[in-house]
């Protein structure tokens, strides 16, 4: 049987839930710090949250990061994958995420644009990316599972 295409799999992914995924590196310190910090303050008092997570190397990731426009085998960013096909990287996904923390989904307008310009953000972005085994280390595995947020995960389809 054919595995399917990244097309379906986008599908499947909003399919019955419209919150945006967080594509983030699965095996580097750093980011996955930065989903359980997402988990404490992403609407903590509803399991649900505003976000979906799924490891940048999954099915998943590799599907959306192609909906995006990037290459399936990209692990240099962060992405913030949104059901209406927009996708957002670097300073710009962090941004829009900690905007809608603790708060309703509803992103500012495209114009948004931060304290920074997005240039001047994503050479700080990109030097810690860049960076970021060296600084942070990494895993062998993926984030480990915890059943308390398991819809919060994507898992491959």
């Known amino acids: 049987m054919a ?12 399919e019955k839930d419209s919150r945006p995924v967080i594509l983030y590196d699965g095996v580097c310190n750093l980011c996955n710090g930065g ?9 903590p008092t509803q399991l649900r949250g505003n976000f979906r997570f799924a490891a940048l190397q999954s099915e998943v990731g590799r599907a ?10 990209d692990i240099s960013s962060i992405v913030l994958a949104c059901e209406d096909g927009k996708t957002y990287v670097k300073s710009e996904a962090i941004l829009r995420i900690g905007k809608v923390c603790n708060q309703p989904v509803r992103f500012p307008s495209d114009s948004f644009p931060g304290p920074w310009p997005r240039n001047v953000r994503d050479v700080f972005y990109d030097f810690v990316a860049d960076n970021r085994y060296n600084f942070f280390g990494i895993s062998d595995e993926c984030r ?4 308390r947020f398991d819809n919060r995960f994507v898992s491959d389809l």
């Open 3 to 14: 595995s399917p295409s990244w097309q379906e799999i986008v599908r499947k992914v909003f």
């Open 35 to 43: 989903v359980n910090f997402m988990l404490d303050w992403d609407n």
């Open 64 to 73: 959306l990061l192609q909906r995006g426009g990037r290459r399936p085998d």
């Open 144 to 147: 480990l599972s915890d059943e």
